[in-house]
Antibody, heavy 120, light 113 residues
Framework: QVQLQQWGAGLLKPSETLSLSCAVY????????WSWIRQPPGKGLEWIGE???????NYNPSLKSRVTISINTSKNQFSLKLSSVTAADTAIYYC??????????????WGQGTLVTVSS | DIVMTQSPDSLAVSLGERATINCKSS????????????LAWYQQKPGQPPKLLIY???TRESGVPDRFSGSGSGTDFTLTISSLQAEDVAVYYC?????????FGQGTKLEIK
């Protein structure tokens, strides 16, 4: 059974850098794209970006200038950094496994979510 | 970018009745090489991450009850719950998995009438 377990700081001040990590247990780590997706409270889902085991990365252009996604294949973990956060970055952040068929993936396993609040 | 638009934004259906949610993409998500539509549906209950219900527009994920079905092609898609159960109360999202950036619809809130 595949499980994604995520962790990271939940309270940030404006201009700080958000940092989250996600560990994958069970299943294969290669052969998938590993994504970060966020959801502002009471709102919809926004894809942030993805990485695969080879280090191929795709970012949402809307966040690209502030996002870094990295991977540690020896630990089956991947991470998200989002710089210069503002209140607009307050959201639940999810990690998810992407199953690729075309040039993008569907998400079949998700982490539990981390609420990140940006407040002075 | 492919923009996804769902309708309606909210829906109230009686128990045992049919629920229908629509999703429209701003461009076709039909992959010509395999004739599959790269459209997925998710269910999200409060306090939980989304759950994948359907992909390739009409293929149910393992373990999803058969009262959930997906249809459509090209740019117009539908999620149908044939006989609404109390546990189906949730927000439903469509998502195109045809190209990056991945985009989701704005969500449809399904309630019991």
């Amino acid at each position: 059974q595949v499980q994604l377990q995520q962790w990271g700081a939940g309270l940030l001040k404006p201009s700080e850098t958000l940092s989250l990590s996600c560990a994958v247990y069970g299943g294969s780590f290669s052969g998938y794209y590993w994504s970060w997706i966020r959801q502002p409270p009471g709102k919809g889902l926004e894809w942030i970006g993805e990485i695969n085991h080879s280090g191929n990365i795709n970012y949402n252009p809307s966040l690209k200038s502030r996002v870094t996604i990295s991977i540690n294949t020896s630990k089956n973990q991947f991470s998200l950094k989002l710089s210069s956060v503002t209140a607009a970055d307050t959201a639940i952040y999810y990690c998810a496994r992407g199953v690729r068929g075309a040039a993008a993936g569907r998400f079949d396993y998700w982490g539990q979510g981390t609420l990140v609040t940006v407040s002075s | 970018d492919i923009v996804m638009t769902q309708s309606p934004d909210s829906l109230a259906v009686s128990l045992g009745e049919r629920a229908t949610i629509n999703c429209k993409s701003s461009q076709s998500v039909l992959y010509s090489s395999n004739n599959e539509n790269y459209l997925a549906w998710y269910q999200q209950k409060p306090g939980q991450p989304p759950k994948l219900l359907i992909y390739w527009a009409s293929t149910r994920e393992s373990g999803v009850p058969d009262r959930f079905s997906g249809s459509g092609s090209g740019t117009d898609f539908t999620l149908t719950i044939s006989s609404l159960q109390a546990e189906d109360v949730a927000v439903y999202y469509c998502q195109q998995h045809y190209s990056t950036p991945v985009n989701f619809g704005q969500g449809t809130k399904l309630e019991i009438k």
